[in-house]
């Protein structure tokens, strides 16, 4: 209560600055028009808006006089109900404020200036005060919002983890990890950037180019340069990622746009138009978890009016690796954010996809050409090959060395990810002949330089055919970054086989059977692609259905194992469980994800089989389903983005495996047993939910239509949503 009560009266103070302020606007106003004895039609317009302006602010003086009047605990019981009374009176003085300085500029141009000058010697006095009056003010609001916001330092880092937890200062350092110096200055130097940059006006810079062209590093550049020379503007950037789900949704981008913009200067306050969005949806029990889309530009708005002497600039790298279906919502966003916002500027990187041209062509933009990154390519070869000097016994010949650099740079076409590739397989080698040999034998695009490279991993001796063959399915389909240990684990075993394998290789050897097309993030010690198309290169090589395929058996292999039911029992190897605890957390967390993207259709016999022998009956659960489900409760943080992370206490009681069933959809993968049906069509789960209420929870439209024609009973009651 003393908290609130305490909210109220600083939001009163600061209304009551407020009115002072524009009381003393109207003062001056009054001097300069209403009191000129020419009265003209845009006159009576001014005083008609000086009149709603004052009944606005009477109308609060009143409303909080009788607030006063009350005892501190019908306050602080007013303030829990009503606490946006100030933010209102903001919002409607504000309209008022902007339709009466409208309305003096057009009594100041209905005037003659020699004779207004005439009948107020002083006017340009007073309107020099009026401009001073609010700069002042709008320092002072700022100073007021900064101290409101100072109040509660725990409470400002809960609301700002709340609304984003994207680290994208982590992920702008992760991008710019390995840029060669000096490079990426013809595009701060290029026309069209420095005209963005300088334009008075709100504009998007578009900035597009094949795959591996390098727009990531020159992404990580753009940040740098305005964060190194700042011109009194706000920042904040976004690295998408198709990789990571939750860095490929539109929402998540405008999310972090409004808690980067939401800090103030000094980074020790945030604006209080997020706080208030906060506390709103904590008083109604937070009903939406996050701040929608819809939300997230309101805030946005108000924010970049907030920085109304500043520039606000947004940058988004790699859109085209945001959601496909979604990314249209984004591109409009923005659309509506540049016409409604005087001074936004936001830039933009991605492929030419159609969807994405369509909607940006029409603004400025800075193609990547193969001429334009010609020099940052020489550099980045010069460099890779200045490093390699440092360990190699015999040194490359200045002339040899120029021919790579001359080389590498003329058959790039402004592709860095060739060049990165080339450059590796040159400096393997040692003798000169072999390099000249090598340069004269260069791949003419992408896809062949990557055909080169599976083609030698295939050709590798022993088991890294098969290790790399793994490693590539598995980081191509994994719900998550699979954390180095768990893809060594994963990659050893044998998906055909019920007996789990031990670990006998670490992580290097995986990426040496690789070849380098698999990296790991020494940030989140995770394995990911060298660069996105090398994902897309494999993605022809093997269908989601067949990655996904190999997954879900190494994961229901893992759970079916006697051994792996009680990690605090006996076991046949510990050493060897222990080896696989990684592995066997991520197969209880993501076993259901990987089985659904098997298909209903092109059935993987396999993976039946072990989803049956996983379950045990249809309805009667097994062993290894029972103890999954005790070990997921009581040692697994729930992922929420799952249907199992938000569900799982819908699975109670865990004797039964036809609530698993529905609500995950398995409906063709497990067919022999549909042929006999339930026991109990309108069984329910301690909480009261029906099959068809999982079914449906689940999305599985044809689980839910099977349901049906079993006659499930559709007006049932029970659960949290009646029938």
């Known amino acids: 209560m003393a908290i609130s009560e305490n909210q109220q009266m600083e939001a009163l103070l600061r209304g009551l600055d407020k009115i002072l302020y524009l009381i003393g606007r109207c003062e001056i106003y009054d001097i300069l028009y209403i009191h000129n004895p020419k009265p003209t039609e845009a006159l009576e317009t001014l005083k008609s808006a000086m009149i709603q302006l004052y009944a606005i602010i009477l109308r609060f003086l009143a409303k909080e006089y009788q607030q006063l009047n009350k005892s501190t605990a019908s306050r602080a019981f007013h303030a829990l109900l009503n606490p946006d009374d100030v933010a209102g009176f903001e919002k409607d003085t504000q309209a008022s404020e902007r339709r009466i300085e409208s309305e003096a500029g057009n009594c100041e141009r209905s005037y003659n200036r020699a004779a207004q000058a005439e009948g107020v010697p002083n006017a340009e006095k007073f309107k ?4 001073e009056m609010k700069i002042q003010n709008d ?6 919002t900064e101290l409101w916001d100072r109040t509660n330092a725990e409470e400002r880092r809960k609301i700002l983890q709340w609304t984003s937890d994207i680290p994208c200062q982590d992920n702008h350092e992760l991008a710019r990890q390995g840029r060669t110096p000096d490079t990426g200055e013809w595009l701060l130097n290029h026309i069209q950037y420095q005209n963005w940059r300088s334009a008075n006006e709100s504009m998007i810079l578009w900035l597009h180019g094949v795959p591996g062209a390098g727009k990531t590093k020159l992404v990580s550049k753009v940040v740098d340069d305005l964060i190194d020379h700042p011109r009194h503007e706000a920042l ?17 981008i405008l999310r972090s746009f409004v808690k980067q913009l939401s800090f103030s200067p000094k980074e020790d306050a945030i604006h209080h138009c997020l706080v208030q969005i906060y506390h709103q949806k904590e008083r109604g029990g937070f009903p939406s978890n996050k701040i929608t889309c819809a939300e997230s530009e309101r805030l946005l708005l108000q924010l970049i009016e907030a920085y109304q002497h500043t520039t606000t600039t947004l940058i988004v790298d790699a859109l085209d690796e945001c959601d496909a279906n979604l990314r249209g919502e984004l591109i409009e966003a923005f659309h509506r954010l540049i016409a409604k916002s005087k001074k936004l500027k936001i830039f933009i990187s991605s492929r030419r996809d159609d969807d994405i041209k369509n909607q940006l062509e029409e603004k400025t933009n800075v193609g990547i050409e193969a001429t334009d990154n010609h020099a940052d390519i020489s550099k980045f070869v010069v460099e890779a090959i200045r490093e390699n000097e440092k360990e190699r016994r015999i040194p490359i010949p200045v002339d040899l060395q120029q021919e790579i650099i001359h080389t590498l740079s003329n058959k790039s076409q402004g592709v860095f990810q060739w060049a990165s590739l080339q450059i590796g397989q040159v400096l393997s080698l040692t003798i000169p002949d072999d390099i000249r040999n090598c340069l004269g034998k260069l791949p003419s695009d992408l896809k062949n330089a990557y055909d ?11 088991s890294q055919p098969e290790i790399a063959n793994r490693a590539f399915q598995l980081v191509m389909c994994s719900y998550r970054p699979l954390f180095a240990a768990e893809l060594v684990a994963a990659v050893c075993q044998d998906p055909d086989s019920d007996e789990p394998k031990g670990v006998d290789i670490d992580i290097h050897f995986v990426l040496h059977a690789c070849r380098n097309l698999l990296v790991v993030d020494e940030r989140l010690n995770s394995c990911r692609f060298a660069h996105l198309s090398v994902q897309e290169y494999f993605e022809d090589h093997w269908s989601a259905h067949q990655a996904n395929g190999l997954v879900a058996r190494v994961c229901l292999s893992l759970l079916n194992y006697p051994d792996h039911w009680d990690p605090n029992g006996e076991a046949k ?3 060897k469980r222990e080896d696989l605890s990684q592995l066997i957390s991520y197969a209880r967390n993501y076993w259901p994800i990987h089985v659904q993207r098997c298909g209903e259709t092109d059935i993987d016999k396999r993976v039946s089989a072990l989803l049956q022998r996983f379950l045990g009956g249809m309805n009667q659960s097994g062993p290894a389903y029972r103890s999954w489900y005790e070990m997921y409760v009581k040692d697994e943080t729930p992922d929420y983005r799952t249907l199992l992370g938000r569900h799982i206490k819908r699975l109670q009681p865990p004797t039964s495996v036809s609530l698993a069933i529905c609500l995950f959809g398995f409906c063709g993968i497990l067919s022999a047993w549909w042929e006999f049906g339930f026991m109990d069509i309108e069984e329910t789960n301690e909480h009261g939910d029906s099959l068809l209420v999982l079914a449906a929870l689940g999305g599985s439209v044809t689980l839910v239509g099977k349901l049906l024609q079993a006659g499930a009973n559709v007006n049932a009651q029970g659960g949290d949503y009646g029938n």
Do not use: H, M, W
């Not at 320092?139 to 007021?144: A, F, H, N, P, S």
């Not at 950037?237 to 998540?252: A, S």
């Not at 030698?456 to 001796?461: D, Y």
């Open 128 to 131: 020099a005060l009026l401009q």
């Open 139 to 144: 320092v002072l609001v700022e100073k007021d």
């Open 236 to 252: 904040a950037y976004f690295y998408c990622d198709c990789n990571q789900g939750p860095r490929r949704e539109p929402e998540n």
């Open 452 to 462: 080169e490279i599976y083609s030698t991993i295939q050709n590798q001796l022993g």
């Open 573 to 575: 190897d510990s050493e």
